[in-house]
């Protein structure tokens, strides 16, 4: 059984601080790695991806990657109050010409205060 | 640019009912479809998955079922609906891409339907 862990939350950050969201994953197979979004009601959206070891950085957004640790984080740099949301990792280990299965985490509640 | 529909936004059934939703992406062409399933408090849970017109995986063994008549339509369904049907239905494209000499995709979700089951 593949699974990915994440802390459920709330994680509670002032406004401008750096938030950290942590993620672990049991299949040493996975290739590709995700973070999604998503607001209360609403569908999940794609931040960023990364599939090699090391820091990706996307505007305010990094993603970091170890595979020895089955690891993947997501910092968020000057949180603002609209960061305020539930954080979806999800991971896959894509095959060509197959349809990838993410295997997704149940997400942490990320709470930005004013 | 690519956009994905889903409708309706949001449904409610009684048990027993027939369910029928649908889901279309523009601006692509042959895309891997996903249908997930989010029920309340809990995580993404998938569905089905297409990788072509008439073929469809089940991961799930349940009441409900899945068709891609054409190949930018995904359709799920239901002969008669379970209160624990109730959930966020989520449909999903996949963009494949390379990059030296990985080949990967990424899923990219529709606004999805919220199906309550009374």
């Known amino acids: 059984q593949k699974e990915v862990e994440q802390n459920s939350g709330p994680l509670s950050v002032p406004e401008g601080a750096i938030a950290s969201l942590n993620c672990t994953y049991s299949?040493?197979?996975?290739?590709?790695f995700f973070w999604y979004r998503q607001y209360s009601g609403k569908s999940p959206e794609l931040i960023m991806f990364?599939?090699?070891?090391g820091d990706k950085e996307d505007g305010r957004f990094t993603a970091q990657l170890n595979k020895a640790s089955q690891y993947v984080s997501l910092l968020i740099r000057d949180s603002q109050p609209s960061d305020s949301a539930t954080y979806l990792c999800a991971v896959s280990g894509y095959r060509t010409g197959t349809a990838s299965k993410l295997t997704f985490g149940t997400g942490t509640r990320l709470q930005v205060t004013l | 640019s690519q956009t994905i529909h889903q409708w309706p936004a949001t449904l409610v059934q009684p048990v027993g009912s027939p369910l029928s939703l649908e889901c279309t992406v523009e601006g692509t062409s042959n895309p891997n479809l996903y249908w997930y399933r989010q029920a309340a408090g809990r995580g993404l849970q998938l569905l089905f998955y297409?990788?072509?017109?008439?073929?469809i995986s089940s991961e799930v063994p349940q009441n409900l079922s899945a068709s891609r008549p054409q190949d930018r339509q995904f359709i799920l369904s239901s002969k008669k609906l379970l209160l624990s049907d109730s959930g966020f239905y989520l449909c999903?494209?996949?963009?494949?891409?390379?990059?030296?000499?990985?080949?990967?995709?990424?899923?990219?979700f529709g606004p999805g339907t919220r199906l309550t089951v009374l």
């Open positions: 999903a494209w996949s963009a494949i891409w390379t990059s030296g000499s990985r080949t990967s995709d990424t899923q990219y």
């Open positions: 299949d040493r197979g996975s290739q590709s």
């Open positions: 297409s990788v072509g017109i008439g073929q």
């Open positions: 990364i599939y090699s070891n």
